[in-house]
T-cell receptor, first 114, second 112 residues
């Protein structure tokens, strides 16, 4: 079955430090990949997406992710985090193309400490 | 603001009851998706509608049903509620399949 795996359930980090949130997806001929962020008591907000083309994708709030087909990974990175980045981050994949329903990972809670 | 509106924000009800959750998609979006978020299961896809027709089904229980109306708003009906149905229910919309989904702020359902 197709799946998305987020390897870390919680990631604590100090402010201004770099961070990487890891995501692996099950291999498929066609896959679209997304990162969403969920702040407390809010819905999910799209951070960035990979549909095709350049494997390095830049998103909002200074985040970027790299699509690596050989390692079936789509890790999210930020060179310097802020307190306001504290949230839960979800990696998601669309294997169906035309249908659009997403398969989500379990989420990674990023906690940025001063 | 994603442009997706969900009502109500909170719902508290008793076991065995039936509730209806409502979603208005972003202007121009034809696809509506329903997801359930719980601590143990994470985010689970329930069902998708496209322009009024059911397009895809996920882990949706038989006690749950949904529909999309001509004005494109959607309702998720949950019946014979159980304690385990307590969760956050999200609606999302997109212009068409394959596009990024835009999520509402969810309806938090508590079954007591």
């Amino acid at each position: 079955a197709q799946s998305v795996t987020q390897l870390d359930s919680q990631v604590p980090v100090f402010e201004e430090a770099p961070v990487e949130l890891r995501c692996n997806y099950s291999s498929s001929v066609s896959v679209y990949l997304f990162w969403y962020v969920q702040y407390p008591n809010q819905g999910l907000q799209l951070l960035l997406k990979y549909l095709s083309g350049s494997t390095l994708v830049k998103g909002i709030n200074g985040f970027e992710a790299e699509f690596n087909k050989s390692q079936t990974s789509f890790h999210l990175r930020k060179p310097s985090v802020h307190i306001s980045d504290t949230a839960e981050y979800f990696c998601a994949a669309n294997y169906g193309g035309s249908q659009g329903n997403l398969i989500f990972g379990k989420g990674t809670k990023l906690s940025v400490k001063p | 603001d994603s442009g997706v509106t969900q009502t109500p924000k909170h719902l508290i009800t008793a076991t065995g009851q039936r509730v209806t959750l409502r979603c208005s998609p972003r202007s121009g979006d034809l696809s509506v998706y329903w997801y359930q978020q719980s601590l143990d299961q994470g985010l689970q896809f329930l069902i998708q509608y496209y322009n009024g027709e059911e397009r895809a089904k996920g882990n949706i229980l038989e006690r749950f049903s949904a529909q999309q109306f001509p004005d494109l708003h959607s309702e998720l009906n949950l019946s014979s509620l159980e304690l385990g149905d307590s969760a956050l229910y999200f609606c999302a919309s997109s212009p068409r399949g394959g596009s990024p989904l835009h999520f509402g702020n969810g309806t938090r359902l508590t079954v007591t």
